[in-house]
């Protein structure tokens, strides 16, 4: 079958980084209504790349929400509001998942950095605050937060002016795994140093990293 073909060609492609070889491949299945996550996510940043976040949101509404497209697709929906409508269009999409029970924490986060790329610092501080403390009602542990989640909360209040928050974090982490030094040094970043997340092609890319360290 032509399209069983295709989808190997381009799994075999995107495995070996060839990504504007499997773009092609991407595109044939996506208009072929194949209902692939993987080639609709590789036209969507195409989409993403090129400003056009209306036609990387039709996309993304195509993602069936099943398995890991729970967390995947209200979160990408999300940063593609921010671009084409908005924070607050963008705050709402995350608001709309009714059973946020395993999933508060990436939901909290996005809105975070949502937040923070919106220049709205406080409200960005109490999402970051969110997400470390977890929720027990959601199915959340208080266990220590994620290297990235430390990485990204750091961030954001060393350029927002709040070393005293942001040395706590590190030591918090740095104590609980003494091993990770490297990954967490002890002195401040650079106080001009660019957002880590700083717009909606750096969110989409986060939302897909933050994807990534769940499952894998």
Do not use: C
Not at 96 to 125: Q, S, T
Not at 141 to 166: H, K
């Amino acid at each position: 079958h032509n399209d069983e073909l295709r989808q190997r060609v381009f799994l075999l492609q995107l495995s070996h980084g060839r990504f504007e070889a499997a773009l092609a491949h991407a595109e044939a299945l996506v208009s072929a209504q194949e209902g692939l996550t993987l080639p609709v996510l590789r036209v969507l940043i195409e989409k993403v790349d090129q400003g056009d976040f209306a036609g990387a949101r039709a996309l993304a509404e195509t993602i069936p929400g099943v398995r890991y497209n729970v967390a995947l697709r209200p979160v990408l929906l999300a940063w593609l509001a921010l671009g084409e409508k908005g924070p607050d269009a963008a705050l709402a999409e995350l608001d709309k998942l009714e059973d946020r029970r395993g999933l508060g924490r990436m939901l909290d986060l996005h809105a975070a950095l949502i937040n923070d790329v919106a220049n709205r610092p406080a409200e960005a501080a109490a999402a970051f605050e969110a997400v470390i403390a977890g929720n027990e009602g959601e199915g959340e542990t208080a266990a220590q937060p994620s290297l990235r989640v430390v990485q990204l909360a750091v961030d954001f209040y060393e350029r927002r002016g709040n070393a005293e928050r942001a040395t706590a974090l590190r030591e918090q982490y740095r104590e609980a795994h003494p091993q990770s030094t490297t990954l967490m040094p002890d002195g401040p970043a650079q106080p001009t140093a660019e957002p880590l997340v700083g717009n909606v092609r750096e969110g989409v890319a986060e939302v897909l990293f933050n994807l990534a360290g769940i499952y894998y």
